[in-house]
Each structure stands twice: as structure tokens, then as C-alpha cells.
């Protein structure tokens, strides 16, 4: 968790208004997969994880994002995405991510 701590610091220490969307969705595939793979608690994992997601989509002044899958084929992707992020690769959760962001800035603008 340590190294978990510094990690992320340092990778949103380099966050900056108008930031790159995939420099800044691979920041927030590593804080969302590698606080899942690292499993620190014996239970409430997922609601731990969500809701520092949300601190982290708070403090980088993101739009509200959904964080739990809406559909049956939306948890299957979710959940192949983090056995991707488990062996480091985070480009199935950083799609998921560029999903997440659109969506809620869609929602977001005025009708």
C-alpha cells in the first residue's frame, strides 16, 4: 500500500488542467486496478476502491462517473479488464475510463 501511495502521487503530482485524456485515463485505470489487485482488505474491496475513484474524479474536477457496471456484458468487460490490469496491462480499463469520462461529460451539458 505503500508503494501503491507513492505511485499514485507521483502520477497525479503530473496532472494538469487540459491534460492528455490517455496519459490521464491510464492514471486512473493504475489507481482503480492496482488498488483491486493489491485486495487490501478481507472484504469491501469494491466499495473502498469506488469510493477513492471518487475522491480522485473530485479532486481532478471530472464529471461524475458511473463506477459500477449497468449491464451483464458491461460487468463481463469490467471484469476481463481487470484480469488485464492484474498482469499490468491497462488498456481494457483505460477504454473503460475514456467510456466513463465521455459519459459523464455528455451528461453533464445542458439539454
Known amino acids: 500500500m505503500v508503494d501503491y501511495a507513492a505511485d499514485i502521487n507521483i502520477r497525479l503530482s503530473s496532472v494538469t488542467a487540459g491534460q492528455d485524456a490517455d496519459l490521464l485515463t491510464e ?3 493504475f489507481a482503480e486496478g492496482r488498488l483491486l489487485s ?4 478481507t472484504d469491501f474491496n ?5 469510493l477513492w475513484l471518487r475522491e480522485l474524479v473530485t479532486r481532478l474536477e471530472l464529471p461524475n462517473v458511473a463506477l459500477v457496471p449497468a449491464s451483464p456484458d458491461e460487468t463481463v468487460e ?4 481487470l484480469q488485464a490490469a492484474d498482469a499490468s496491462r491497462w488498456e481494457p480499463l483505460r477504454q473503460i475510463w475514456l467510456r466513463r469520462l465521455e459519459s459523464g461529460l455528455n451528461e453533464s451539458l445542458p439539454a
Open 27 to 29: 492514471h486512473l485505470a
Open 38 to 41: 493489491i485486495h487490501p482488505f
Open 46 to 50: 469494491g466499495r473502498v476502491t469506488r
Open 78 to 81: 469490467y471484469l476481463a479488464a
